[in-house]
């Protein structure tokens, strides 16, 4: 496994695999089992699987679909969306998914964490974090299930999240998602040395030099999906991943 986790972040609407720019726009990409065979194919080390709707149309998590993804995955499997009790994690963990990414359910009901944490381990509970900027440039939390920003500091609500029981944090930059212009490094550098957990940062991964550069940054993880599901200037659709011999490669220039 590599020391800095390279992780394809795809995207569910209603059982299909999506691709979104600026969590707007979803462009459909496809059968997310299909996806899933070519990332085994490629040896991909860990898979990260967000239903964009569950939360917001307030539906449980598509276990027929989910159940289909984890049988079919040879990688640990993150999955986030629509997740709001101990009992539907349970539920998910039982299907074969290794880690629940929540955000929504966070807002509503922060002891969440710790309930899920104690029970199944602070390694398998993950905590989204969107950051949307304001106009006059500041960082915002960003509930994605509302669409709005949050008056709550963004920090504040990560470390809350680590001191809860989040044995990770996913760093969404919304400007940056699908526009594959590079990672927010400003926004990275900041969450890594406030935070004593892995950093996965996702939005804006464009070329594998994004990639270097948002783990010198000081990200545990770099998650990409228009990296791994477009390509060229048409976001035609290309389900790929680099060789790892090249990820290992470029590794090697992080030590």
Request: net charge negative; charged share 25%; aromatic share 8%.
């Amino acid at each position: 496994m590599l020391e800095h986790r390279v992780i394809p972040a795809l995207l569910l609407r209603d059982g299909g695999l999506v691709k979104t720019r600026r969590f707007k726009d979803a462009k459909y990409i496809g059968d997310p089992i299909n996806a899933i065979r070519i990332f085994n194919d490629k040896e991909v080390d860990e898979l990260i699987v967000l239903d964009i709707d569950a939360s917001r149309r307030c539906s449980e998590p598509d276990y027929a679909t989910i159940e289909q993804i984890a049988g079919e995955c040879f990688m640990p499997v993150c999955y986030g969306g629509g997740i709001h009790s101990v009992e539907q994690a349970a539920g998910l963990f039982n299907l074969g998914i290794e880690k629940i990414c929540l955000q929504s359910a966070v807002f509503d009901d922060p002891d969440l964490i710790s309930r899920i944490a104690d029970r199944f381990g602070c390694q398998s509970v993950v905590v989204s974090v969107d950051i949307k900027h304001n106009w006059l440039k500041k960082p915002m939390l960003y509930e994605s299930r509302k669409g709005r920003k949050r008056e709550q500091d963004w920090l504040e609500f990560a470390q809350a999240a680590v001191k809860a029981g989040a044995g990770e944090v996913l760093l969404t930059a919304v400007e940056r998602e699908g526009a594959m212009t590079g990672y927010d490094l400003a926004l990275v550098r900041q969450a890594a040395d406030a935070l004593k957990v892995p950093l996965i940062a996702l939005g804006g991964a464009g070329s594998l030099a994004d990639i270097k550069a948002v783990i010198d940054a000081g990200a545990s993880a770099a998650a990409a999906g228009s990296l791994f599901v477009l390509h060229g200037p048409h976001r035609a659709v290309l389900i790929t991943y680099p060789p790892y011999a090249e990820l290992e490669k470029l590794q090697e220039q992080y030590r």
